[in-house]
């Protein structure tokens, strides 16, 4: 049956993601993608995202890029949940082209959509954190951290906690003892 198919569309390539065959799973996605009778509804909005996240597994990014700008467009007069996934699946591509505050900028019009869970939200700002920790500059990466810090503590407390410690443990391992007193 078609729920029968969708669901197992849904899973399998979720599987050969964490088996790590990305190659597999996108073809997966794809086929899923396909039997949606609606591709505005929320599961289409999850799919497509998940689609974005495999070409990134490949080193895909030129094509993710054009699919998240396509899903983006798309999702202008989708539902709340798809336009949320649109939105998380652009933060994914800025994410993995180290463009971080466009990256918060835009999981902060994900947040406003009311259609992102606070998983989601936390998840999201950790890689970004975690990212730029190993991509940026000493004073970037503090400022980044500082930013999710002030700019998600009301809506994303884990976030910001995590934040917090990463700009101790940054100013730790630099030996900047001026900068933990001052914090």
Avoid at 15 to 29: D, H, I, N, T, V
Avoid at 79 to 86: E, H, I, S, V
Wanted: net charge negative; hydrophobic share 40%.
């Amino acid at each position: 049956t078609e729920i029968h198919t969708l669901s197992l569309h849904d899973a399998l390539p979720i599987y050969l993601m964490k088996l790590g065959q990305p190659r597999e799973a996108l073809s997966c996605f794809r086929q899923a993608w396909q039997l949606l009778n609606n591709p505005t509804e929320q599961r289409a909005g999850q799919t497509r995202r998940d689609i974005v996240q495999a070409e990134i597994a490949l080193g895909d990014l030129a094509t993710a890029r054009e699919e998240s700008a396509e899903f983006l467009d798309a999702s202008k007069n989708g539902t709340p949940n798809y336009r949320a996934a649109a939105l998380l699946a652009s933060t994914d591509v800025l994410i993995e082209d180290r463009k971080f505050d466009a990256a918060l900028d835009t999981l902060k019009e994900a947040w406003a959509t009311g259609a992102v869970d606070l998983l989601a939200l936390d998840g999201q700002l950790f890689d970004c954190d975690l990212l730029a920790d190993r991509s940026l500059d000493y004073e970037q990466a503090i400022a980044l951290s500082r930013r999710i810090d002030l700019e998600f503590r009301e809506t994303s407390p884990n976030a910001s906690a995590s934040a917090r410690r990463a700009i101790e443990y940054r100013r730790r391992m630099a030996g900047d003892i001026d900068g933990l007193l001052r914090d």
